[in-house]
């Protein structure tokens, strides 16, 4: 038998069925990451798993013992299952290491001192040993996700569920929590993680689940889920994913906040300096210096532009495309971008992108070159 064994699992809620019709098998040492649009029953499948949720109907089968059974001890179960949430859910009140103390004596039967020796290994394993004796609140969002996973190993766990383990962070701390989640993977701890981070997703995972409707709509290795999806609901999320769409309809709009934004994708994307810098700045030569001011020499309010950055993969490279037909016919068919045959411009295109023309006046494409 599988390490764990999910078959046709359904939850159900007044309303809404997270889980219609859940099936999957996992074996030791395996890392699932479990992606898809929000409301899909991803979180709730973990919660199934160690039962914080009772399933409406099915089984999961952990090491041989059906959690979903009435006379299953949830206790003894719960001790092979660790478990990580967004929120870290550390108790503030008591310090680092007592957090991670706590478990392993009350459930373990430690005594204080070995519950101790261990807390302090493990602190030093998340690369905390020195923040032992602080108290949570005197931490940062990445340290106490540490802490968290600190805590979940200390009861010596087969498998550890993530919910969404970095949602709650800065992006300058996902690093450090996703470095300690690789570390785990390469010792061979079976996990599976709920996330929105697509780096975890393709860079640490043996296996990928996408979920849709309630089910599993595609499994399969992280090369097949993010560059070769087998079903169209899986094609059509990793694209969105991956890609960034602003429009314009009007010319004073928020620049502040779509340039925010911008920046946002290109972090998700873990895209590299050299990138994130080409397309902030084409974005700026398009929209700044020539497709809004041709706007307003026309007194035309709403320019209807629509820009679009999909970022390749791991970030190394990106298109943008901009559509800005509307902004053209209200220019007499005139393009505000036969900029190209300006100096400056071209040494700009020059230096960070290829332009492509589209097929007809208002569509326009540019490959950010990389810096090798």
Request: glycine share 6%; charged share 25%; with cysteine.
């Amino acid at each position: 038998m599988s390490f764990i064994e999910i078959k046709h699992i359904r939850k159900e809620y007044p309303g809404v069925t997270p889980l219609a019709d859940v099936n999957a098998t996992v074996e030791r040492g395996e890392v699932i990451s479990i992606i898809g649009p929000s409301g899909t029953g991803k979180s709730t499948l973990l919660r199934c798993i160690n039962r914080l949720e009772t399933p409406t109907s099915g089984e999961i089968w952990v090491d041989g013992v059906n959690v979903c059974d009435p006379a299953c001890d949830l206790v003894e179960v719960r001790k092979k299952l660790g478990m990580v949430f967004q929120s870290f859910n550390l108790f503030n009140h008591k310090l680092v290491v007592e957090n991670v103390m706590m478990a392993p004596m009350d459930l373990l039967g430690l005594g204080k001192q070995e519950a101790y020796d261990e807390a302090m290994a493990l602190l030093d394993r998340v690369g905390l040993k020195r923040q032992a004796m602080q108290l949570p609140s005197e931490l940062s969002g990445g340290q106490r996700q540490r802490v968290a996973i600190a805590r979940a190993l200390a009861m010596h766990p087969d498998a550890i569920l993530f919910d969404e383990p970095t949602s709650a962070l800065d992006p300058a701390m996902v690093s450090e929590v996703l470095s300690v989640m690789e570390d785990l993977s390469n010792e061979g701890m079976t996990m599976f993680i709920v996330t929105h981070e697509m780096r975890v997703a393709r860079d640490i995972s043996t296996r990928v689940f996408y979920m849709d409707q309630g089910e599993i709509y595609e499994d399969g290795p992280p090369e097949q889920i993010f560059e070769h999806p087998q079903r169209e609901r899986t094609r059509d999320f990793i694209f969105r994913v991956r890609s960034w769409e602003w429009v314009i309809d009007s010319v004073d709009f928020d620049y502040r906040g779509m340039v925010g934004e911008l920046d946002e994708f290109c972090t998700r994307q873990f895209m590299d300096r050299h990138t994130t810098n080409a397309v902030h700045l084409l974005v700026e030569e398009l929209v700044a210096q020539h497709l809004i001011p041709a706007a307003r020499e026309r007194d035309v309010e709403d320019p209807s532009i629509t820009l679009v950055v999909s970022a390749g993969e791991q970030g190394r490279d990106a298109v943008l495309r901009a559509d800005y037909r509307n902004l053209v016919a209200a220019c007499g068919g005139s393009d505000p971008l036969s900029f190209v045959e300006n100096d400056l411009s071209k040494t700009i295109l020059a230096g960070v992108a290829d332009m492509e023309r589209g097929n007809e006046a208002g569509l326009a494409s540019f490959r950010v070159k990389t810096s090798g």
